[in-house]
């Protein structure tokens, strides 16, 4: 499949580039800058394409099979850009793939929110951005399947994962890498059993893909 990846200069995204590469698929990495196209090919990117999440990047859509979401506007800009990028980036997305017929979207959301009025005033309008998008992606005919992380490491990744459908009743201490949140992203792309799931990842025990068999 042409999957496009949308927030590949990201640090999750940068992964989920290098781990398509090992895959049958094709890397379509969505990249904002002309000077981030360069490394996109290093990592091994069948095609680059510029696209910026605040405008229309609807043509990022010609020719795809399936969308990975993993872009944010990160924790040093503020609620606006949370709703522009965070939620309003995804909810264009979506609309873009329902448009071209582009079935398959697979979204990187949060844990936390499940219950963003839990998570402190902070985190909150974030929380409130992610729940939002994923609820409207959920409403979308799409097959989705969502996966949201605890926080995330740059630990080298470890194949290793635990799902959780209901929700992890205790996080403390736990964090997963990016390289496995990574990987757990391109090895749903086929997994039919995660069309229209909904699950929190955590660094575990067991492999990725027994694991993800159970969802
Ligand atoms: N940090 C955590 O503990 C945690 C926990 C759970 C979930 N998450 C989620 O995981 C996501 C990815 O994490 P990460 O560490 O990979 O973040 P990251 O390194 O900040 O990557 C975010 C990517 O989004 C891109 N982006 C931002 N604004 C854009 C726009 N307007 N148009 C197109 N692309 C845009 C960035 O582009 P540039 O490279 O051009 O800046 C970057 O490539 C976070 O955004 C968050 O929602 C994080």
């Given amino acids: 499949m042409n999957v ?4 590949a200069n990201g640090q999750v995204g940068r992964n ?12 379509v990495a969505m990249v ?3 000077e981030q196209k360069e ?5 091994g990117a069948a095609k680059v394409v510029l696209g910026d999440l605040e405008g229309d990047f609807s043509e990022a859509f010609e020719d795809v099979d399936a969308v990975i ?4 506007s990160g924790p040093k800009t503020g609620a606006e ?4 990028i965070d939620l309003w980036g995804s909810v264009k997305a979506a609309k873009y793939a329902e448009d071209k017929g582009v079935k398959r979207f697979v979204q990187l959301g949060s844990v936390g929110s499940d219950n ?3 998570g402190g005033e902070e985190m909150k309008p974030y929380l409130v951005a992610k729940r939002t998008a994923d609820e409207i992606l959920q409403a979308t005919k799409l097959d989705y399947t969502i996966v949201r992380p605890g926080a995330l490491s740059d630990e080298e990744k470890t194949g290793k994962v635990e799902v959780s459908a209901e929700g992890f009743k205790s996080m403390e201490g736990r964090s997963i890498p990016r390289a496995d949140v ?11 059993n995660t069309y229209g799931k909904v699950f929190e990842i955590l660094q575990g025990e067991e492999d990725a893909e027994t694991q993800l068999e159970s969802v």
Avoid: C, S, Y
Avoid at 16 to 27: F, G, P, S, Y
């Fill in 4 to 7: 496009l990846v949308i927030g």
């Fill in 16 to 27: 989920i580039v290098k781990e398509l590469a090992d895959t049958n698929h094709n890397a």
């Fill in 32 to 34: 904002r800058k002309e």
């Fill in 39 to 43: 490394k996109m090919q290093e990592l």
């Fill in 69 to 72: 979401f993993a872009a944010g």
């Fill in 81 to 84: 850009k949370t709703l522009t």
């Fill in 116 to 118: 963003p009025d839990a």
């Fill in 182 to 192: 990574a990987h757990v992203l391109v090895d749903v792309l086929e997994r039919q």
